[in-house]
T-cell receptor, first 114, second 112 residues
């Protein structure tokens, strides 16, 4: 049963701490997306990768957020230092193409920054 | 400005009834339009993807329509079930660089 997995599912941390979220895309998918969802803003695209190379991270606050794909089976999203306004659900999705292809979402990481 | 607007914001219907959700967009250039279903506490799941040349696509009891001239789409749910209770998100790919532009979603509650 191929699916995108994300860890942790829930994270509570204090302001100023580093947060790392991990995503394992579906095996064979060459595109990975990071999204953030809040009640106020809805779903926002933060970054996406194709064949492990970052194609677009214009939606991401660069001063504190960073996204990487150390290998084809792992994508990471880091926030350092975290702030209360970063509290949201962070979704990872994977797909086979970056344009027009279907995206399969993971279950999300619910982040609360106190 | 590239925007996707959905209506209504929320909807309550009785089990077995039909309903239609609306999506208007001002995204240009247009690549495709997607409808996603998101259950509470879960990631979105794709229902349909439609390109410029497609004006209707079905997925079981879900039927999406697209009018590229008026830039409107609808999602029709037939014979609703309790499990249809979820948020339905309209997403348009386009606006240059094939960005995804999300609507705010319609929250549907199906009551017995």
């Amino acid at each position: 049963d191929a699916r995108v997995t994300q860890t942790p599912r829930h994270k509570v941390t204090e302001m100023g701490q580093e947060v790392t979220m991990r995503c394992q895309p579906i095996l064979g998918h060459n595109t990975v997306f990071w999204y953030r969802q809040t009640m106020m803003q809805g779903l926002e695209l933060l970054a996406y990768f194709r064949n492990r190379a970052p194609l677009d991270d214009s939606g991401m606050p660069k001063d504190r957020f960073s996204a990487e794909m150390p290998d084809a089976t792992l994508a990471t999203l880091k926030i350092q230092p975290s702030e209360p306004r970063d509290s949201a659900v962070y979704f990872c999705a994977s797909g086979l193409t970056s344009a027009g292809g279907e995206q399969f979402f993971g279950p999300g990481t619910r982040l609360t920054v106190l | 400005k590239n925007q996707v607007e959905q209506s209504p914001q929320s909807l309550i219907i009785l089990e077995g009834k039909n309903c239609t959700l609306q999506c208007n967009y001002t995204v240009s250039p247009f690549s495709n339009l997607r409808w996603y279903k998101q259950d509470t506490g879960r990631g979105p799941v794709s229902l349909t993807i439609m390109t410029f040349s497609e004006n209707t696509k079905s997925n079981g009891r879900y039927t999406a329509t697209l009018d590229a001239d008026t830039k409107q789409s609808s999602l029709h749910i037939t014979a609703s079930q309790l499990s249809d209770s979820a948020s339905y998100i309209c997403v348009v790919m386009g606006g240059g660089y094939n960005k995804l532009i999300f609507g705010a979603g319609t929250r549907l509650a199906v009551h017995p």
